[in-house]
């Protein structure tokens, strides 16, 4: 029985539900009032449930899919601007004993090489990091609780911290571990962790069972109900994600909305990111060999569609995807990109020997970091290395309420404006320089508040001088 409150997998991701939406969809796919009253609906920017939104998927009207991207354009620029935040992933370690068949690091495979930084390695990693301009990492470590115990994480977290090399500094870990229980969820928050990211994977428990043929995280409820332990144990920040291509994409999608309910409905907060990946190839990985591939077009639309549903959730989109599609989904929705990523143990010290690969999977954008803000400029875009939020105690519900009332404007556009100024001080390239000088003083004028307006260029001003870290 489907029931968005209950804390049972199968109830709040129903599987019967899903098939009913799918029909439901596919049977007004063609009703053009509905779909103008969703669409209305959708004006409201209170979002969508999973049904409207499935209808708004089935529909393939090329009119009405212009008007759903430019809507999916009008929120992302009200709640977002043109503001986009930049992070990096870090991988710890690849040893894992999960059976995963669409990952390179399943335990199956013998060739790949298996790498675990040591703090030493760690810290290295994060000045390399921190010299292209990063202050946002994303963590990323294998299912193995004798190679990667939760212990072996928190010191890492530690490191990350406290590594202050010239004037740079991580100022916010995300961490995406497999998942785990109330209490090391209950250390991780008291580590000082950021959001805690969790893809699903596959909502569809039959194909989820059939791709983790073995190990802890071939148990779907225990996964699928993590998000619930993660803020049971004062985790306020969660994300979501699927893996695009490992089943139905209607179905994810369907899926993806329902669990956002679901926190929604449990917790009084929705995610706060959704992550949208598609299958790579990887060693040991062909994406062809998963039949539920989807084009560049579907892509976007699911991107512009999360993006109308769930308005106030950051999306994000990593360096799996090419420079091209990247353009066209930031102007539809997405808000925080990865730049400059390597996803092998090790990746930003030292380039991998052919025979040692211990990547993830191909990165598709391989530009600098550098290269990668000076682009988002061109574009129109403020490249944001803003981590205010939760080092301000705005997370969760509370996060969510300034989100809503659109009060976290006054925040984030300012904190935008002296991040990048930092990294422009600190790490850009005289040609990058010059456009973000340039953009900074015409963005000063799209602070909403005089009175921010004011501090916010008096702290670049003192940003000049060689002081750092400020924030609203
Ligand atoms: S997806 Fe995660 S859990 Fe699965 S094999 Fe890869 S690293 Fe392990
Ligand atoms: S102020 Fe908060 S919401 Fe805005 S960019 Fe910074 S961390 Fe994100």
Redesign the pocket.
């Known amino acids: 029985m489907y029931n968005p409150s209950s804390l049972k997998a199968e109830e709040f991701i129903n599987h019967e539900e899903i098939i009913d939406t799918l029909a439901y969809a596919d049977a007004n796919k063609d009703n053009l009032e509905l779909i103008d009253q969703i669409l209305e609906k959708a004006k409201e920017r209170k979002g969508l449930n999973h049904r409207e939104a499935s209808v708004l998927l089935a529909c393939d009207n090329k009119e009405k899919i212009e008007e759903m991207y430019a809507l999916a354009q009008q929120i992302k620029q009200d709640f977002y601007g043109n503001?986009i935040?930049m992070f990096a992933p870090l991988y710890l370690s690849n040893y894992c004993i999960n059976g995963c068949v669409y990952c390179p690091y399943h335990i199956s495979n013998r060739h790949i090489a298996r790498k675990k930084l040591t703090q030493e390695e760690i810290k290295r990693e994060v000045i390399a990091l921190q010299d292209m301009g990063h202050k946002r990492l994303a963590l990323e470590a294998g299912e193995d609780p004798k190679n990667n115990p939760i212990e072996y994480i928190l010191e890492s977290i530690k490191t990350i911290y406290s590594i202050k090399h010239k004037n740079g500094a991580i100022r916010r870990v995300n961490v995406n571990i497999a998942a785990t229980t109330v209490e090391e969820y209950r250390m991780l928050k008291d580590a000082g962790i950021g959001t805690y990211i969790l893809f699903q994977e596959t909502y569809h428990k039959e194909s989820y069972e059939k791709l983790h043929p073995y190990g802890p995280k071939s148990n779907y409820a225990y996964h699928t109900e993590a998000m619930d332990r993660a803020m049971e144990g004062g985790i306020d920040d969660v994300g979501l994600g699927v893996l695009f291509g490992l089943e139905m994409y209607r179905y994810e999608f369907a899926g993806l909305l329902m669990h956002a309910e679901h926190l929604e409905a449990v917790h009084g907060v929705g995610p706060h990111t959704i992550s949208v990946p598609r299958i790579k190839r990887a060693d040991d990985i062909d994406p062809t060999a998963f039949d539920n591939g989807i084009d560049d077009e579907t892509f976007a639309k699911i991107c512009a569609l999360i993006r109308i549903c769930v308005p106030y959730t950051g999306m994000i989109i990593s360096t799996r995807e090419s420079q091209a599609v990247r353009e066209k989904v930031l102007k539809l929705g997405v808000s925080q990109i990865s730049g400059a990523s390597r996803t092998s143990v090790g990746g930003y010290c030292e380039e991998e020997p052919e025979e040692e690969n211990s990547e993830q999977f191909d990165v598709s954008d391989k530009r600098t970091l550098d290269e990668v803000v000076k682009w988002l400029m061109e574009l129109g875009c403020i490249p944001?290395f803003?981590?205010?939020?939760y080092r301000e105690g705005?997370t969760g519900d509370r996060f969510m309420s300034l989100c809503k009332s659109g009060q976290?404007q006054n925040?984030?556009q300012p904190?935008?404006l002296m991040t990048l100024k930092e990294y422009l001080m600190d790490y850009a390239s005289e040609d990058t320089k010059k456009i973000g000088e340039a953009l900074i003083q015409a963005e000063l004028e799209n602070i909403p508040k005089e009175k921010v307006k004011e501090i916010c260029k008096e702290n670049l001003a003192k940003i000049e001088q060689g002081i750092r870290d400020f924030r609203f």
Not at 386 to 389: L, V
């Open positions: 503001r935040v944001s803003c981590t205010a939020c705005r976290i925040c984030c904190n935008a």
